[in-house]
């Protein structure tokens, strides 16, 4: 069965570093989002992206935070100057608009 | 806006025995609907969803949901529930099309006994 991939899976970083989250979403969906989940908390939508634009993103989402698909194939989630704040598990869903969506196994980010 | 309430924040049952988890929401219209199970460090799985139609849903591992619309509710049941089915447990509410963003509630943390 098909499914979301990311990469890495863990990713240790100093504060005001950029960081770069990968993901693949499933080859013929539409429709991407990245939630983040701080460690003990709710599961938070950061940012929905649908054909090549931001469809909608939450206050989390500030300029320190982008998102592209470069490839066609790759959605990533870059961090330009990481905070403390921002370590989290960080998951990537797709969905190809008919169904519900389907997460990744996420990526746990840690700034020291 | 929507917004998802899970009351309980930790739940602890013995092997063998039925388990409900409660969820309500807030929203406008019926929203589409969600629980997903989270074990340690791991991803989210989907348990089951509801669109519209019957209100009771069946899922994954022997677990099923009705939605009641008259209590904005959509809780989580398990007739016997197993060791294994030790984790955490979200409820998730979308918008009235299945594209839209998800909200979470703050999940509750299921403890079976033996």
């Known amino acids: 069965e098909p499914e979301v991939t990311q990469t890495p899976s863990h990713q240790v970083t100093q504060m005001g570093q950029e960081v770069i989250l990968r993901c693949v979403p499933i080859s013929n969906h539409l429709y991407f989002y990245w939630y983040r989940q701080i460690l003990g908390q709710k599961v938070e939508f950061l940012v929905s992206f649908y054909n090549n634009e931001i469809s909608e993103k939450s206050e989390i989402f500030d300029d320190q935070f982008s998102v592209e698909r470069p490839d066609g194939s790759n959605f990533t989630l870059k961090i330009r100057s990481t905070k403390l704040e921002d370590s989290a598990m960080y998951f990537c869903a797709s969905t190809k608009g008919v169904e519900t969506q389907y997460f990744g196994p996420g990526t746990r980010l840690l700034v020291l | 806006a929507q917004s998802v309430t899970q009351p309980d924040i930790h739940i602890t049952v013995s092997e063998g025995a039925s388990l409900e988890l409660r969820c309500n929401y807030s929203?406008?219209?019926?929203?589409?609907l969600f629980w997903y199970v989270q074990s340690p460090g791991q991803g989210l799985q989907l348990l089951l969803k509801?669109?519209?139609?019957?209100?009771l849903v069946q899922g994954i591992k022997g677990f099923e949901a009705e939605f009641k619309r008259s209590q904005s509710s959509f809780n989580l049941r398990k007739p016997s529930v197993h060791w294994s089915d030790a984790a955490e447990y979200f409820c998730?509410?979308?918008?009235?099309?299945?594209?839209?963003?998800?909200?979470f509630g703050t999940g509750t943390r299921l403890q079976v006994f033996p």
């Open positions: 929203y406008g219209a019926t929203p589409y």
């Open positions: 509801y669109f519209s139609g019957d209100t």
């Open positions: 998730a509410v979308g918008g009235v099309y299945n594209t839209d963003k998800l909200i």
